[in-house]
């Protein structure tokens, strides 16, 4: 068991937000949800979004659908927001309506506060723990996972193995199913979180499409807004943050792993 504590204790949310999560399992029934409106988004570069920008065009003529029956979510504290009663109090605005609302009829979020893929933090189970434990239960459905901020933060302070490597450690055990990895972005500009950190793990999640053909990325760094973040650390969201990546996601499985036809060619994806 490997710990490293230092880098991810300030990747975590207030202690409030854990009363806001939903059960384990969530498993919808036939209501449909409205067509919703995608985020703000901008171009596949690293610029975010300047606040008042418009939102671009939808390039789909109808509403989204995936073909991912159940979804798994495996994130650290940047996604407690998007199931958070206390961030998002309208339920049409969390995760697990924005999935049903693209198809997706059953919702495990593994959400934790200071989640790494190898490290642990106080005894939590860490990101590879989370996987194995459910492969080894015999889960077969569609993956989102969103971890990276941590790890880049632990690799600054020595922490092993390299990007690549914690990547591997993840998509081999989940073998051929489809997996919608969330990059990341911070406004932090120095120490263990600082952005050139999360612009490197970045580049290692592209890097790591070539060996898994299922793997696709959403380029969240790409849509996500100055505005949209706490000023108290520059890494996690407001409520308007979380509610467009709540949204961002569910849009985005449904570009990478529609209901009709294969799954999107290429490796990124994003919530147009």
Request: with cysteine; hydrophobic share 40%; proline share 10%.
């Amino acid at each position: 068991m490997t710990f490293l504590a230092v880098a991810v204790i300030a990747l975590i949310l207030p202690a409030a937000l854990h009363a806001g999560r939903p059960d384990p399992v969530t498993a919808f029934g036939p209501t449909a949800f409205p067509p919703v409106s995608p985020p703000v988004s901008s171009p596949t570069s690293r610029q975010p979004h300047a606040p008042g920008s418009s939102t671009p065009p939808a390039t789909h003529p109808g509403p989204l659908r995936t073909s991912c029956s159940s979804v798994l979510y495996i994130s650290d504290s940047t996604s407690e927001g998007v199931v958070s009663v206390d961030y998002l109090p309208e339920p049409s605005d969390r995760e697990d309506a924005r999935l049903r609302a693209v198809g997706v009829r059953a919702f495990i979020p593994e959400i934790s506060g200071a989640r790494a893929i190898v490290e642990h933090y106080k005894g939590q189970a860490s990101g590879a723990d989370v996987v194995n434990r459910y492969v080894a239960q015999g889960y077969r459905g569609c993956w989102i996972i969103a971890l990276g901020n941590n790890d880049a933060a632990n690799m600054s302070v020595g922490g092993t193995p390299d990007a690549a490597g914690r990547i591997d450690m993840v998509m081999r055990r989940i073998g051929e199913q489809k997996v919608l990895w969330v990059d990341t972005r911070t406004l932090v500009s120095t120490g263990p979180n600082a952005e050139p950190k999360m612009a490197a793990w970045d580049s290692a999640l592209l890097g790591a499409c070539g060996r898994y053909p299922e793997l696709r990325v959403y380029d969240w760094a790409s849509e996500v807004r100055p505005d949209w973040y706490t000023r108290t650390d520059d890494i996690h969201y407001t409520t308007p943050g979380y509610r467009a990546r709540s949204l961002g996601i569910a849009r985005a499985l449904a570009n990478a792993f529609p209901a009709s036809g294969a799954p999107q060619p290429g490796c990124t994806v994003s919530s147009r």
